[in-house]
């Protein structure tokens, strides 16, 4: 008989303790703000980029805004997200900073070799994806702001 009380009380622990872990999980706000604080560094970097004088975006500075731009990424990447819809937003948030990385390294070597078509290609690729990263940051800022 004493078995039997055994295992509801064992039955009902377990469950309050799962109950307890699963509500320590981050809120989507503070996930939410995670994601925004990487964002926000990328966002910066292209304004400091925009500012710079046109002698300094040569291949050179195209070759490290990329370089930092993959640092950003991996950031990105290393957070952990459960909430499926930031896992989204985080998701687009890397393909759009590789695409990003990849296009500057693409213009760095076009500028090296003096191929113009290509390396106007490429900004105008850069320019769409400047386009594309202010659609998604309005997307995930409504999300988290919950309008």
């Not at 509500?23 to 500012?51: H, P, W």
């Not at 909430?83 to 759009?96: A, I, M, N, S, V």
């Amino acid at each position: 008989m004493q078995i039997l009380f055994k295992q509801p009380l064992l039955l009902s622990t377990t469950v309050a303790i799962s109950l307890l872990f699963t509500g320590c999980g981050e809120s989507k706000v503070a996930q939410c703000t995670k994601i925004i604080k990487v964002a926000n560094q990328a966002v910066t970097l292209g304004q400091e980029f925009g500012k710079s004088p046109q002698n300094n975006k040569g291949s050179k500075a195209l070759t490290e805004a990329a370089g930092k731009i993959d640092t950003i990424a991996n950031e990105l990447k290393a957070i952990e997200i459960k909430d499926e819809k930031l896992q989204g937003y985080q998701g687009r948030f890397l393909k759009l900073y590789q695409s990003t990385s990849q296009g500057l390294k693409d213009t760095a070597k076009a500028v090296d070799k003096k191929d113009l078509k290509s390396a106007n290609r490429n900004v105008a690729s850069l320019k769409k994806s400047a386009s594309d990263e202010t659609a998604l940051v309005k997307e995930i800022n409504t999300y988290c702001t919950g309008k």
